[in-house]
């Protein structure tokens, strides 16, 4: 029996995943115990900080999670962090491998002028705000402003423009974080745009997305019916290939053209804008935009431009994988060939492949790295127990039981409430509570 001891770095869905995989591998001749280390005191990467607070079905998830946790020979060190607790070359040297698996966080950048101003804001700060990380929970969100702006036609563009468009009693039940709730509860916005640099059949974002919309009865939604009439015209000779995108689009037009009374806050859908500056004195005032047409079936930029003034702009444009040690960053991803980085180093989930798919992607990804780091695997390296190390440097780990304490306290304050949780948005207080 040879006895492997593997590392992944990042206790989100790919990183749980990648331990599934590993776990599902063991038999008669191999045996693998797994650590699992996070920066954040609490688990699940994106399910806890990035998947919107109203669909909570998506973050039913977690419970594969757990149940990936309670196997034997898994240990959870979370509230370390590589590259400033523990480095790249110590966990090389400690296990028998090294699974990086630490998402992309940092949002893509338009390179535009204004795009620095107070009230530009990036979704990879939004979206961790709203769902209480601790990281960005003091983030200065300007809230004070008729109009919002939102870049990218993306599911996180869309996650983004419910959240500021929607009547905030939607999210009183949900676990979007307290400050967040009572933060848009006092918000002026009433009116969000989404600007696609390119036409509606190239939009990013999914059927289900655009089909719950019109359910949302205290905002309206705004698109021109003709900008999604042209694009089925235009995607009408591809026929069988265009199917998944005329279904967005069918549900597009559908909604385009229901008359319904005008509501105080409304969601407005542009295509074929390219922001080209951000305008403000002190902060922003303004978006200006490029306007497209679509010419053979390729998008070209016209000589005309439009503004839209608002006070807050939200990009939700991608991310990039953040800067480590030790690993090289190609194209926002780590530096990888099918998820191999360097001998006895693997990448999966995002920061192998970029920043798509949904959570389930991430399964047949990490399971097909996993198979390849398996058939790596040579002698057992038989080290000493890395958790040493960690108290040595007095490093206050959070581990299974620890988060179970977390986990169980957010959950009954949130039960209170009619919440599925009552999220804790500070290390200090979660730590406190251990
Ligand atoms: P995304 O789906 O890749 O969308 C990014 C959007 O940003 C695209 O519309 C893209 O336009 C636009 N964009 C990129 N660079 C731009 C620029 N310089 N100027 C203007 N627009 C620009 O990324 P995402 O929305 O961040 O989502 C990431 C992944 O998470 C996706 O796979 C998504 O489906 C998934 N997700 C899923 C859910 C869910 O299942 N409910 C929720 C959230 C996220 P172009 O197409 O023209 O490049």
């Excluded at 979704?123 to 929970?137: I, K, L, T």
């Excluded at 780590?334 to 959570?359: D, E, F, H, L, T």
């Excluded at 957010?410 to 500070?426: D, F, H, N, W």
Aim: charged content about 25%; glycine content about 8%; hydrophobic content about 40%.
């Amino acid at each position: 029996m040879r006895n492997y001891k593997i590392a992944i770095v990042g206790a989100g869905p790919a990183g749980y995943y990648a331990a599934q995989a590993l776990q599902n591998s063991q038999n008669e001749e191999i045996s693998i115990s797994i650590d699992m280390f996070e920066k954040l005191p609490t688990p699940w990467g994106l399910v806890r900080s990035g998947v919107a607070p109203d669909h909570p079905k998506i973050k039913s998830v977690a419970k594969v999670f757990d149940k990936i946790a309670s196997e034997d020979k898994f240990r959870l060190f979370a509230n370390v962090q590589l590259g400033k607790d523990i480095d790249l070359d110590e966990l090389k040297a400690n296990y028998d491998a090294v699974v990086i698996a630490i998402g992309s966080s940092v949002g893509k950048k338009l390179g535009i002028p204004g795009e620095e101003l107070i009230g530009s804001i990036s979704s990879s700060e939004f979206v961790p705000w709203y769902n209480g990380h601790p990281d960005f929970a003091d983030l200065e969100v300007p809230l004070d402003s008729q109009t919002a702006v939102v870049i990218g036609a993306g599911n996180v563009a869309m996650d983004v423009a419910r959240s500021l468009g929607l009547d905030p009693a939607e999210f009183e039940k949900t676990d979007m974080a307290t400050y967040a709730i009572s933060a848009l509860q006092k918000s002026k916005i009433r009116d969000v745009h989404i600007c696609a640099r390119r036409a509606p059949e190239h939009a990013a974002f999914t059927a289900p997305e655009i089909r719950e919309l019109p359910h949302f009865e205290k905002t309206s939604i705004v698109i021109d019916p003709n900008h999604i009439s042209s694009a089925l015209k235009r995607t009408e000779s591809l026929g069988d290939q265009a199917k998944d995108i005329n279904t967005i689009l069918t549900a597009m037009l559908a909604i385009a053209e229901e008359e319904k009374p005008k509501q105080e806050r409304s969601i407005n859908f542009h295509f074929l804008l390219t922001p080209i500056e951000i305008k403000g004195e002190k902060r922003v005032e303004e978006v200006v935009f490029k306007v497209n047409e679509v010419i053979d079936g390729k998008v070209v930029a016209t000589d005309q431009t439009i503004s839209i003034k608002c006070g807050l702009v939200i990009t939700a444009i991608g991310y990039n994988t953040p800067l480590i040690d030790g690993l090289e960053i190609e194209d926002g991803k780590v530096k990888n060939i099918n998820g191999r980085v360097a001998n006895g180093v693997y990448v999966v989930g995002w920061a192998k492949r970029g920043p798509s798919g949904v959570i389930g992607t991430n399964k047949s990804d990490s399971t097909e790295v996993m198979q390849t780091l398996i058939a790596d695997l040579s002698e057992a390296k038989n080290s000493s127990d890395f958790e040493a190390v960690l108290k040595q440097r007095g490093i206050k780990y959070v581990n299974q039981q620890d988060w179970g304490k977390i986990n169980d306290a957010e959950v009954a304050a949130g039960e209170q409430l009619g919440k599925p949780r009552l999220k804790i948005t500070s290390r200090e207080e979660m730590l406190n509570l251990l």
